[in-house]
């Protein structure tokens, strides 16, 4: 597999306007050696400004996400606002 290519083709999308790629690369570098990442280097804050950019254009999954990484920073309340507007 080819993940410098893929990370280029999903940057390329997201900034065509693409949801999905912002929820790929918020894995990609919020949680680089996940079941979802690619062993890239970790970028915690990168991730997560990928999944606000989607969250902002109503991607339910993104919003989920940026609850769970709320939760992780022990902001639980904000948490729980993430996951009530992607509900």
């Known amino acids: 597999k080819d993940v ?8 390329e999308a997201a900034e065509l306007g693409s949801v999905d790629a912002h929820l790929d ?3 990609v570098y919020y949680q680089p050696h996940g079941p979802h990442g690619c062993g890239v280097e ?3 804050p ?10 902002m254009k109503g ?20 948490a729980v606002q993430h ?5």
């Open 4 to 11: 410098p290519r893929a990370i280029e083709l999903w940057t």
């Open 25 to 27: 690369l918020g894995y």
């Open 83 to 87: 996951w009530m507007i992607s509900a």
């Open 42 to 44: 970790e970028d915690e």
């Open 46 to 55: 990168r991730g997560v400004r990928h999944w606000q950019e989607a969250a």
């Open 59 to 78: 991607h339910v999954f993104c919003r989920h996400n940026l609850g769970v990484a709320e939760f992780d920073n022990g902001n639980h309340e904000l």
